[in-house]
T-cell receptor
Framework: DAKTTQPNSMESNEEEPVHLPCNHSTISGTDYIHWYRQLPSQGPEYVIHGLTSNVNNRMASLAIAEDRKSSTLILHRATLRDAAVYYCIRLNSGGSNYKLTFGKGTLLTVNP | NAGVTQTPKFQVLKTGQSMTLQCAQDMNHNSMYWYRQDPGMGLRLIYYSASEGTTDKGEVPNGYNVSRLNKREFSLRLESAAPSQTSVYFC????????????FGAGTRLSVL
């Protein structure tokens, strides 16, 4: 089962950090953790991904627990434009079919 | 660089009508995907094409057919539309390698009356 568990919704204030949690307790050793987000009325867009080590890019940081059973997406300073649904996805590395399995994600509300 | 382009953006069909949703990518990606998204839900995979010349069923393939016309284009066909196929359809592409990022189009909003 490639499912992950995320809170249905979270709320943040503008310019404050946001920590979005994700549980993936059955993850296998070679499964990547991907994060995508979907702004209202748009297609999903890639945010960040990682395997074992913490990762940083211009959009966010990804902190992966040592046992890999959970991870946290960190937005360092939330803006109104970050209001979106955030999806944490376990990407099965088996075979050659790198399919994303989306859950319902976390709806992030950013207050001005 | 256009990325992933979907046409049309909006469509209204009557039950039983057929139509084809078009998708093209200009990133020279090997893999392409079709998803649908119903209100309040995450995306569900309909069909995918791991490489040119191959197609495979995803989670919800019933009522749909696909064609990987060439490396750039991947179309989704509804032969006899049903109200249950009212949804937003997204096309995506990726390099098709482990850990590869998927790039999504803007979506096609389809209503079947």
């Amino acid at each position: 089962d490639a499912k992950t568990t995320q809170p249905n919704s979270m709320e943040s204030n503008e310019e404050e950090p946001v920590h979005l949690p994700c549980n993936h307790s059955t993850i296998s050793g070679t499964d990547y953790i991907h994060w995508y987000r979907q702004l209202p009325s748009q297609g999903p867009e890639y945010v960040i991904h990682g395997l074992t080590s913490n990762v940083n890019n211009r959009m966010a940081s990804l902190a992966i627990a040592e046992d890999r059973k959970s991870s946290t997406l960190i937005l360092h300073r939330a803006t109104l434009r970050d209001a979106a649904v955030y999806y944490c996805i376990r990407l099965n590395s088996g075979g050659s079919n790198y399919k994303l399995t989306f859950g319902k994600g976390t709806l992030l509300t950013v207050n001005p | 660089n256009a990325g992933v382009t979907q046409t049309p953006k909006f469509q209204v069909l009557k039950t039983g009508q057929s139509m084809t949703l078009q998708c093209a990518q200009d990133m020279n990606h090997n893999s392409m995907y079709w998803y649908r998204q119903d209100p309040g839900m995450g995306l569900r995979l309909i069909y995918y094409s791991a490489s040119e010349g191959t197609t495979d069923k995803g989670e919800v393939p019933n009522g749909y057919n696909v064609s990987r016309l060439n490396k750039r284009e991947f179309s989704l066909r509804l032969e006899s539309a049903a109200p249950s196929q009212t949804s937003v359809y997204f096309c995506a592409s990726s390099e098709g390698v482990l850990g590869g990022i998927q790039y999504f189009g803007a979506g096609t909003r389809l209503s079947v009356l």
